[in-house]
């Protein structure tokens, strides 16, 4: 079970501060979301800003592209220091050249699916993956509520995970907090991005705790039910 703080919740008044802070919490990952003001309505920041976060820890950059045009933007994000980059399978009939650039690039290969996108859209690309986003909310901002009509695909995807014996992660993203997150493990979610709920807490490094125990203690009762 991995932990990723979204930055996106952080104060950007002290974004290299809140880096580092993210770095000492005991997380696995960093989440940064990447929002072009196109393919979702808002910006948020781009490689100039991952470049800030990798200076100051060696932990993994999962980059999430909320982007319409990834391809121009590999090479950037790349060069920042993102260890993982994730493309929408929105992005239809680009997608298969998108996967292959990123792991030519030598780093993990990412796929989000946005909540109205049906699972079977994905289901081409399980082969080519190290990660499989699955939006629990609409992307483009932090703070809503979760999206429960995620759940069966989260199931559905363990499932195909589980025949091909595959070992992509499933990761969950928006709307996560410790009742939500014990959903998704019991789905069969591996990756927790957390966003608002954890960044509102007073200890990152005690909200971090909670969220692996909740989705811990979720997994294991999943185990014995099975
Ligand atoms: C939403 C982003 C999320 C966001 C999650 O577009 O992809 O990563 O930061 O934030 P919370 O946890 O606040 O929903
Ligand atoms: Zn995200």
Known sequence: MLIAPSLLASDFGKFAREAQRVARSGADWAH???????????????????KVVRAQTKMFLDVHLMCS???VLLD????????????????????SDLLWKIRSLGRKVGLALNPPTAISMVRPYLGMIDTLLVMTVNPG?????????????????????????ADFHIEV????????????????ADVFVSGSDLFQKRSLRRAVA?????????????????
Not at 32 to 50: C, K, T
Not at 142 to 165: C, M, N, T, Y
Not at 173 to 188: K, S
């Open 32 to 50: 940064l979301d990447i929002m072009d003001g196109n393919f979702v309505p808002n910006i948020s920041f781009g490689p100039g800003v991952v």
């Open 69 to 71: 045009k990834p391809e």
């Open 76 to 95: 950037a994000f790349c060069k920042a220091g993102a260890d993982q980059i994730t493309v929408h399978v929105e992005l239809a009939d680009k997608v």
């Open 141 to 165: 901002f932090g703070g809503q509520d979760f999206i429960h009509e995620a759940l069966p695909k989260i199931e559905k995807a363990a499932v195909w995970r589980a025949e091909k014996s």
């Open 173 to 188: 993203d928006g709307g996560i907090n410790l009742t939500t997150a014990r959903e998704c493990a019991h789905a069969g």
């Open 210 to 226: 909670q969220l692996r125990k909740a989705v811990e203690g979720a997994r294991a009762k999943t185990a014995v039910a099975a």
